[in-house]
């Protein structure tokens, strides 16, 4: 019998957790042993493509999806089990079968049916990849106050502008780019554009290299022609791109939340095995009371965290809601919980666990980007304190309007790789 805290939420997925288990033991770890690699920094594009397709030929990448565009509408509970899992595996494939930020992305189901056909459904299959061009040098948490213009041309759409950051945009098939335009004002100004990567007047300048690995890409849109229709919802829908954000980014949080706590267990159970082998003044290191504390500090946080992920998924799920606030709590609690987390099991295995390499040592700068990416820990406060009653985000001067200096461009990191 499961008798686990978190049982309540995951006995009715057994099924679907047990299929995912085998496909992680049975296909993902053995594909994994082939590398000799020890951490997931050097895998090449087409393991990562196979990786993806392979888990949507068995159901799993993008199930969440609804049957008209290929998933399976599994609940968000089922989802996050499946991403605890992934990360809590071990195995740095794992989390690659399930999206990212190359994968579907609820933004998308906002889309018209037409592009839902057209870009959804291939990011569900894992046959097309896509990037996110929200951050821009002047707006980065402020993310709807966009220097980033896209002006009417009869029909068309003229886009231009600078996106900084964006992941993985060596290698995907379109873009989600924003952009304001001069037809509504405050955040119904900004519109999502789908911008296909050979559309001319795209030029990716420079990449920048992220701690754990990761590649970030600066994107620049120099007269970007577009039909009427590349943009999200259709142009009556326009002005809908910061409201269908705000639907789309509950679900994200929360599921980051459990990658976060998957990966804790993790760090946990590195700790844990560490702290039973290895001896020390003729005893296993793990019978210190000094080295007990990093592990138990773990495991209590850990179990709080995951309850409060799964409780969010159980009310969307259940009662089809999901407020920004209590997704901001779920995130802000398991990506902080990542970060120490880590810093124990570390701790507790001493320069081994330090050592370039190590799983541990990998996790360490990984987790530093969790607190960042989808909303910043600081900016899910701003979103309780909101819910509290305690006031909201004031609107700062504009770009290029005095108080935004050109010179904050500097800030940009000059490196390139
Ligand atoms: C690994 C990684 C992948 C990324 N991928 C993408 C991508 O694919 N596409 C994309 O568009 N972007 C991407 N980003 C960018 C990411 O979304 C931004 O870094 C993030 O939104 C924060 O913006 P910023 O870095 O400009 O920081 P800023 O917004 O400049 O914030 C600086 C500091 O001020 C704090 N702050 C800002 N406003 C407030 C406020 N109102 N109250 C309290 N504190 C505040 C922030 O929390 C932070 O501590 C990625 C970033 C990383 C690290």
Redesign the pocket.
């Known amino acids: 019998m499961n008798a686990s805290l978190t049982a309540v939420f995951e006995t009715r997925h057994q099924p679907t957790i047990e299929a995912f288990r085998r496909f992680v033991t049975g296909e993902l770890e053995p594909l994994w042993e082939e590398f000799g690699e020890s951490t997931p920094e050097h895998i090449p594009q087409d393991v990562k493509r196979h990786v993806r397709r392979r888990s949507a030929e068995l159901g799993f990448y993008g199930a969440e999806f609804p049957e008209a565009v290929g998933g399976r509408g599994l609940p968000l509970t089922a989802v996050a089990v499946l991403r605890h899992l992934a990360g809590g595996s071990g195995c740095p494939l794992a989390p690659l079968a399930l999206p990212g ?1 190359e994968g579907p992305t609820p933004l998308l189901a906002h889309g018209t049916p037409e592009q839902q056909q057209r870009y959804l459904a291939p990011l569900v299959r894992a046959e097309k990849m896509r ?5 821009e040098p002047l ?5 709807y106050h966009l220097a980033t213009r896209a002006r009417r041309s009869g029909s068309d759409w003229v886009l231009n502008g600078h ?6 945009l060596e290698v995907v098939d379109f873009v989600l780019v924003f952009a304001a335009t001069d037809e509504h004002g405050g955040p119904n100004s900004t519109a999502v554009f789908i911008v296909d990567t050979g559309t001319p007047g795209l030029t990716v300048r420079q990449s920048f290299q ?1 701690m754990s690995g ?1 590649l ?1 890409y600066e994107l620049l849109l120099n007269d970007v022609r577009l039909p009427a229709d590349a943009v999200l919802g259709g142009p009556e829908q326009a002005h809908l791109a910061v409201a269908h954000s705000m639907l789309s980014l509950p679900r994200g949080r929360v599921l980051t939340a459990a990658d976060c706590n998957g990966l804790a267990e993790y760090a946990l159970n590195l700790g844990l095995e560490h702290a039973r082998r290895r001896v020390a003044f003729g005893r296993p290191v793990g019978t210190f009371q000094h080295v007990q504390e990093h592990l138990v500090t773990t495991r209590t946080e850990l179990a709080a965290s995951k309850l409060l992920t799964l409780a969010c998924t159980h009310q969307a799920d259940e009662y089809k809601e999901l407020t920004s606030e209590d997704a901001a709590m779920a995130k802000i609690t398991a990506t902080e919980l990542l970060k120490r987390a880590v810093d124990h099991a570390l701790q507790v295995l001493g320069g081994r666990g330090w050592m370039k390499g190590h799983p541990l040592e990998y996790l360490y700068r990984y987790a530093r ?1 969790m607190p ?8 899910q ?2 979103i309780i304190a909101h819910a509290l009653g305690l006031g909201s ?1 004031a609107q700062g001067p504009a770009p290029g309007a005095p108080g935004r200096r050109a010179e904050e461009e500097r800030l940009l990191p000059e490196v390139t790789v």
């Open positions: 930020p990037s996110l061009g929200l951050t707006a980065g948490s402020d993310a996106k900084i950051f964006l992941s993985n992220g990761e970030l980007m960042i990416v989808g909303g910043t820990t600081e900016i406060k701003v985000l």
